[in-house]
């Protein structure tokens, strides 16, 4: 790869996709985690509080993994299309998932006989949506094959041992935010419920990334020696921050702080996205494409970025006034 | 025809854009219709208008919500499917269709969230203010698309690098002399479409005895509005013909179903065109009238699909009979509109019930126009995805299996199927009950926000009575 250097507007745009991502996954994380934790109960009381928990919420929080979508397309279009590319079937998945969920919840309430299909679409898609995320990020680990500008592997290369277990790692680590979430969210006997969880996630979670180490360090050995991780030690400050968060969250849930699970967890994701960051960079499809080689011109950049710097602050402030409006535990409900 | 990953993309983009664009269209028209309704209301204090508002609001609410669902799949079909465009035009499509998205994201998180729960919180002046504004915003969102798209069909501004497809001047890019005509015909289409559904409304509550105070207002608007904006519509129909005419000449002659040039040359009405054989079976032509529609006069020579080399044309069929549907539905809402207004002058519009029943049946025809007019734009423009630059052929992304494409689309299919009979069904739910079903719209629906249209609509155990245990 050429040594070019990337802009300051290439790197303004790669910034706010970072940001959008990580604001993405947590967000859009813990509503994903209460639908995969409402497959873990029958109790129809308990399913209606977690849907009022994340009810004026979860549209908006999709809204970021939309700025990710166009985003990457209108500046880094080569690595819109080879991401996209290379997770056909998981994309798809994705978008299904993302679907699903979003009309069961809708019409979950008006139809009594088909309950069960939107509750079950609502759980599974739920699922997915986690999946195919985690498995991604294990597949990018594990670097994509590009050539000539495009994506040159096969349809299923992304479904490795190493990209489920990463995928199965995510469906885990949402539920644990939406543990969090549900704890800081409700009181009573919903709350009692997701605290009760929050141990064994935190357990699981870690399981899950002691064998990921495991994989990497022995079978797999091609996975991480291509990251960044090894030759900056500095960079290990952030999978020791995300190993104290998760342990934190386990202390706060068993000290029934209720806004510390979540806020721990999020750090815990925060800390792994880092983590990430340092492997790849400046690597943003993993090892093929770079922030300088992948970016639109400056002049696609500049003239997206006038619109940008109006828009995206005000849909920040949006979400943020959303929050606040809906801030403090649900008890009668949003509907 | 090979079933290969080229033409299943095309056929998967095809699918999920029909299915997008219908809810757009609707939610343009119905967002225009919404500002015109209440600005009715604030100007003369007619209480009428804010019940038939109110009504209007909830079915926009949903087809929002739908045009939202269905456009997400769009922002990734570029890459999934297309990744040599989305590489080679990205930086010019990319920052277009992102601010496209970036006018969405902008109306949801502002005047939308106004429109749909602020009618308490603010004053009427600027709640009216808020309707123009969605509306306009609306109207911005297709600006974008149609900005893409005229790019698509007549490139300008651009230069090429190392083989990429690069902007060197937006203004030309943007508002290029195709824009100009080609989002006004748009406008007029999507105002034209809810113009009709309005009317069709009206119709089917007089004919019910239902509603009848809402349904006369829907009706006589509806038919007003449509025939104030048909001749004009017409006239920039006119204006997209005379560009396609300019610029993308086998199009032209696709639609007229042209094989041969000829001077003067003859007007195909109607005919069934022969690829194979190059030829039209059982065509009814007008002698010299296509000279005079395509130059303006009846001598003209007029170029037939023969002047091009047989991989630069377009399919015909298509192009030849999506433009006759889309000239035959705006015929209709032409008639109806314009036969309504004169039963209206009479006095017996509501009275004429085979007239009530032949708008109530012609809510579709703007739709149709819609769609067919796409079909007509996008497959005239074929063999190139975008016009002179880049085959549809060489777009599509290389990684591609036959089955995967097979079953994404199928895939599309099953979840579209499911989605869209769920939403249709509560739209058709909607429309049926009417006006007052439900005594305040969003009432008991504190978790609706801009974001999070559908659930404003309320349940449909009080938006439709309850009335569906009454259905046979």
């Known amino acids: 790869m050429s040594e070019l250097q990337a802009s300051d507007l290439a790197l303004f745009w790669a910034g706010v996709i970072a940001l959008a991502i990580m604001v993405y996954v947590i967000l859009d994380g813990f509503d994903l985690g209460v639908g995969i934790l409402f497959g873990s109960t029958a109790d129809e009381a308990k399913r209606v509080s977690m849907m009022n928990t994340i009810a004026p919420f979860w549209d908006g929080n999709e809204t970021w993994l ?238 997206l970025f006038y619109g940008g710097v109006v828009v995206l602050p005000v849909v920040a402030i949006y979400t943020i006034g959303v929050y606040w409006v809906f801030r403090g535990k649900v008890r009668g409900g949003y509907g | 025809m090979a079933l290969d990953p080229v033409i299943l993309s095309r056929i998967q983009f095809a699918f999920v854009i029909s299915f997008h664009i219908i809810f757009p269209a609707f939610t343009i028209g119905l967002a225009a219709w919404l500002a015109t309704i209440e600005g009715a209301r604030l100007f003369t204090g007619n209480t009428l208008y804010r019940r038939v508002f109110d009504f209007w609001l909830k079915v926009f609410a949903v087809s929002f919500g739908m045009g939202v669902v269905t456009g997400i799949v769009m922002a990734f079909q570029f890459g999934t499917n297309w990744s040599v465009l989305a590489a080679k035009t990205g930086s010019i499509q990319g920052p277009l269709l992102g601010y496209e998205g970036f006018t969405a994201f902008l109306l949801e998180a502002t005047f939308f969230g106004v429109m749909l729960l602020g009618r308490e919180r603010v004053s009427p002046r600027f709640y009216f203010f808020a309707c123009c504004m969605v509306s306009l915003g609306t109207m911005f969102s297709s600006f974008w698309i149609l900005a893409n798209n005229s790019w698509m069909q007549v490139p300008l501004g651009h230069t090429i690098v190392e083989g990429k497809i690069i902007p060197a001047d937006w203004q030309q890019i943007v508002l290029g002399p195709v824009m100009m005509v080609r989002w006004p015909h748009m406008l007029l289409a999507a105002f034209l479409t809810t113009g009709m559904c309005v009317a069709a409304s009206g119709a089917w509550y007089t004919l019910r005895d239902v509603h009848r105070d809402e349904g006369r207002v829907m009706l006589h608007w509806g038919l007003a509005l449509v025939a104030l904006i048909i001749p004009v519509q017409l006239y920039f129909g006119h204006l997209t013909g005379l560009y396609v005419l300019k610029h993308q000449p086998a199009k032209f002659a696709a639609i007229e179903a042209r094989w041969e040039n000829e001077q003067p040359a003859s007007e195909v009405l109607l005919a069934i065109p022969d690829e194979a054989s190059e030829r039209n079976l059982f065509a009814i032509t007008v002698p010299k009238l296509g000279s005079m529609i395509a130059s303006g006069n009846w001598t003209a020579a007029e170029v037939g699909l023969e002047s091009f080399p047989k991989e630069d044309r377009p399919p015909v069929v298509i192009p030849f009979f999506g433009f006759r549907i889309m000239v035959g539905m705006g015929l209709v809402m032409l008639a109806v509109s314009w036969f309504g207004n004169l039963l209206r002058w009479r006095g017996t519009l509501e009275t004429k019930r085979w007239f009530l029943w032949g708008t109530f049946l012609s809510f579709p025809s703007g739709f149709v126009a819609v769609l067919t007019g796409w079909f ?97």
């Not at chain 1, 080879?82 to 809708?106: C, H, K, N, Q």
């Not at chain 1, 490795?160 to 006997?189: C, E, M, Q, R």
Request: aromatic share 16%.
């Open chain 1, 66 to 303: 939309v700025i990710v979508g166009a985003g990457l397309f209108a500046t880094f279009p080569t690595v819109y299309a080879v991401f996209l590319s290379a997770f056909y079937i998981p994309v798809l998945l994705l978008l299904f998932g993302l679907i699903f969920r979003g009309v069961a919840f809708e019409f979950r309430y008006r139809s009594q006989r088909m309950r069960w299909l939107w509750d079950w679409g609502f759980f599974i898609g739920s699922v997915v949506v986690a999946f195919v995320q985690g498995a991604a990020v294990g597949a990018m680990m594990r670097g994509i094959r590009v050539a000539d500008g495009q994506y040159v592997g096969g349809s299923f290369d992304w479904l490795h041992p190493f990209a489920v277990l990463t995928g199965v790692g995510l469906v885990f680590g949402y539920a644990l935010l939406g543990a969090g979430w549900l704890v800081l969210k409700s009181d009573g006997a919903l709350r009692d419920w997701a605290y009760t969880r929050i141990g064994w996630l935190v357990a699981i979670v870690f399981v899950i990334i002691a064998a990921a180490f495991a994989t990497v360090l022995s079978v797999d050995t091609g996975a991480l020696a291509q990251g960044h991780l090894a030759d900056r030690a500095w960079g290990w400050v952030f999978p020791l921050l995300g190993v104290a968060a998760l342990m934190s969250a386990a202390w706060a849930a068993r000290a029934r702080r209720d806004a510390l699970p979540f806020a721990c967890t999020a750090l815990f994701f925060v800390a792994a996205f880092l983590t990430l960051g340092v492997m790849f960079w400046p690597y943003m499809v993993p090892y093929a494409l770079t922030v300088a080689n992948a970016a639109a011109p400056d002049v696609s950049l500049r003239f």
């Open chain 2, 376 to 472: 007509t734009a996008e497959v005239g423009r074929q063999p190139w995805v975008v016009y002179g630059l880049l085959r549809t052929k060489d777009a599509v992304t290389p990684s591609l299996t036959t089955g995967d494409v097979a079953f994404s689309l199928a895939g599309y299919m099953v979840v579209y199927a499911v989605v869209y009979s769920f939403g249709l069904h509560y739209i058709y739910c909607l429309l049926r009950d009417g006006p007052g079903a439900d005594a305040k719209p969003g009432s008991g629906v504190t978790g609706a926000t801009g974001k999070r249209p559908l659930a404003f609509a309320g349940h449909p155990d009080t938006a439709t009575g309850g009335s569906r245990r009454q259905e046979p």
